[in-house]
Each structure stands twice: as structure tokens, then as C-alpha cells.
């Protein structure tokens, strides 16, 4: 009986280690870095209509994903925050600050350059979602990685295709990775994945 019950945690074990896997391996491939990079480029080829749409994408991308990604990394190397993820809640408030002077920039960039109305969109939409986002996490541990994979179907079905809702496939992955990691509650990831559906009603004052 005890070999059974050795066994039996093993087996346990061993499984609960092979869905940590897993879920790591979601939440790094589709982080937000990774999801507005795609996403925002295939923004700016919608708003444009066609390729001369990409440059205006990469700015996007750039100002809302790949800059406060960098930013993270450089602190993490500094020994601020143990990796990219910053659990501690207490500790996101310049994360969210960072991300709000780069979209701020961005769209700026944008109206100066004449961009294409949905990028410029996109962008003014994200910069309200990370409002939302900093005020949230001032009392409670919102899900950002869900925010954003959310915001970026939900951006893509206005200035794109509805057929783009095939793509919450990813975002539940994400949802359930988050909570899988004990990174979050699935309230926390629920509250998240609403909040940047919502960003798609930037797009009523369009």
C-alpha cells in the first residue's frame, strides 16, 4: 500500500510539474511583447488598407510593447524584479507609467505623421486601457497579459474581420496560464480579458 501511495504522489507530481510546463511555455509565447508586435502590425495593415500600413504597425508595437518590454528587462538585469512577470503588485506602477509615456509618444508621432485613423485608434485605446490598469492595480492584481491578448482580438475584429474571434482561442490559453502559474485568480483574468474587449469601443468615437 505505501509503494501504491509513493506511486500515486509521483504520478501526481510529475503531472502537475508537465502542466506548469506547459503553461510557462503559453505565457512566454504569447506575452504581451510577442502579442502586440503581431497584433499591432496587423492593425496598421488594416487601417491602411494595404502594406504601407506595416511601418505605422511596427510604431505601435514598438511604443506598446517592445519599449516597456525592454524597460522591464533592463530592470530585471538591475536586480529590480526577479523576472519579467513582477508578481509583486506593488511593485508594476512604473511599468504602467512607462507604458503610458510610450503610447502617449507614439500617437503622437501618429497625428503629426498623418497615420491611418485605426492605428491611431488603437493606440489612443490602449493608452485608456493601461489608465484602467494602473488605477486597478493600486488595490487589486488585474491580469495583463489577459488585457492585452483580449485587446488585440478585439482590436483586430473592428479594423480587420470578425473571423479575428477565432483568435480567443489564444487568449483563454493565456487566462488559463496565468492562473495554472498561481500568477493569478481566474477573477483576476476574467477582469482582464473584459477589460481589453472594451478597448474595441474606442473605435465608436472613431
Not at 45 to 70: E, K, N
Not at 122 to 142: D, F, G, H, Q
Not at 169 to 184: E, K
Request: charged letters at 10%; proline letters at 3%; aromatic letters at 8%.
Amino acid at each position: 500500500m505505501s509503494g501504491t501511495h509513493r506511486t500515486h504522489r509521483t504520478t501526481t507530481a510529475d503531472r502537475a510539474d508537465r502542466t506548469t510546463a506547459v503553461a510557462r511555455t503559453v505565457t512566454d509565447i504569447l506575452q504581451p511583447r510577442n502579442t502586440l508586435l503581431v497584433g499591432m502590425l496587423a492593425v496598421g495593415v488594416a487601417s491602411a488598407g494595404d502594406w504601407t500600413g506595416l511601418p505605422w504597425g511596427f510604431l505601435g508595437a514598438l511604443c506598446a510593447g517592445l519599449v516597456p518590454a525592454g524597460y522591464i528587462e533592463w530592470e530585471r538585469r538591475r536586480g529590480t524584479w526577479g523576472d519579467r512577470h513582477v508578481v509583486d503588485r506593488t511593485q508594476r506602477a512604473p511599468i504602467f507609467l512607462v507604458i503610458l509615456g510610450s503610447l502617449g509618444t507614439g500617437a503622437l508621432i501618429m497625428v503629426l505623421g498623418n497615420a491611418p485613423a485605426g492605428i491611431l485608434t488603437a493606440m489612443i485605446s490602449l493608452w485608456a486601457m493601461t489608465i484602467v490598469l494602473l488605477a486597478v492595480n493600486t488595490v487589486w492584481k488585474i491580469s495583463v497579459d489577459a488585457s492585452v491578448a483580449s485587446a488585440v482580438v478585439a482590436l483586430l475584429c473592428v479594423v480587420h474581420s470578425p473571423w479575428w474571434l477565432a483568435a480567443g482561442v489564444p487568449t483563454l490559453a493565456v487566462c488559463w496560464s496565468r492562473v495554472a502559474l498561481r500568477y493569478h485568480s481566474v477573477a483576476q483574468t476574467v477582469a482582464g480579458a473584459s477589460l481589453g474587449a472594451a478597448t474595441a469601443a474606442g473605435f465608436l468615437f472613431d
